[in-house]
C-alpha cells in the first residue's frame, strides 16, 4: 500500500538572507517555518511524509535543506537548486547526488523576467545534466511558459519533470480566453511529453473567498489529461496560508478528487510522488 505524501512543501528562515521574492513585512510569509510546526498537521492527515521543495536560489539553502532533512524523518525528499549559468555546477550537482534524499533541482523560472531565458544554448547542459544524473527538474512557471516548457520538455525527454502548481492558472482572473490557453498549454504536455504534474497551490492562484467550484475546473482537466499516474498532491505550505490553512486545502483537494477509484486516489496523494521521486 502506497504512503500517503505532501509532494510539495516549505521551510525557511528568512534570517539566511537569500530569500530575495519574500516580502519584509508579510504577517505570513515573513517568519521562520520550520519542521515542528507543521508536524501535527501531517499526523493530523495521516500524512507519512513529505517532499522538501527549494525557496531561494542558493546553493546554501539546498544544503540547509538537506541538513533539515537529515533531522527529519518525515522529509523523505528535497528538491533544491544548482546555477544553470554556471556549466561548472555540474560538480555541486554530482556532489548533492550523492545524499539519499537529494531528488533534483527547480530553477525559479517564474521569477526570471526573461521568458525564454530556458531556452538559452548556455543553460541546456544542467537538463542533460539531470538526465544523465537519474535527477528530478520541477518546472515552475506561468501559463505564459508553457510553450518553452513543452520545448524543453520535448528536447531532453530523458530528464523526468513535474510540472510545479499545475503552472499556477490564473483562477483569480478566470475567462473562457485565460483558461483556454491555460488548457491546450497543459493538454500538450500532458500527450507530448512524459511530465507529471502537482496538484497544489491552487487556492493562491484563487481569490481569498475561493470555494471549490472555483477550483474544480482545473482539477478536473489535470486529471483528465494527466490522468492520476502522473499527478502528485502537495500542500505548497506554508505559502497556502495566504488563502487557507493546510487543513481547508487538503479537504478540498479529497472534495475535488472523490470521483476517482480507491486506487487512483492512492496514486495522487501518494504512489505518484512515490514512484516520481523514488521516495
Known sequence: MSRVIDAHQH?????????????????VLSRPYAPSELQPQLAAHGIDGTVLVQAAPTVHETEYMLG???????????????DFETPGQRETLERLSVHWKFKGVRPMIQDIADDNWMLRPDVQWAYEALAELGLTFDALGFPRHLRNFLTILTRHAGMRAVVDHCMKPDIAGHSDDSFRFWAEGMARIATETGAFCKLSALVTEARADWTVADLRPYVEHVLEVFGPAR??????????????????????????TAGLSAAERARVFGGTAEAFYGL
Do not use: F, Q
Open 231 to 256: 499527478v502528485m498532491w502537495g500542500s505548497d505550505w506554508p505559502v497556502c496560508r495566504l488563502r487557507c490553512e493546510y487543513a481547508r486545502w487538503r479537504e478540498a483537494s479529497e472534495e475535488l
Open 11 to 27: 521551510y525557511w528562515n528568512p534570517g539566511r538572507g537569500d530569500y530575495g521574492w519574500m516580502p519584509k513585512d508579510d504577517p
Open 68 to 82: 533539515l532533512a537529515d533531522a527529519t524523518p518525515h522529509v523523505l525528499g528535497v528538491v533544491g537548486w544548482i
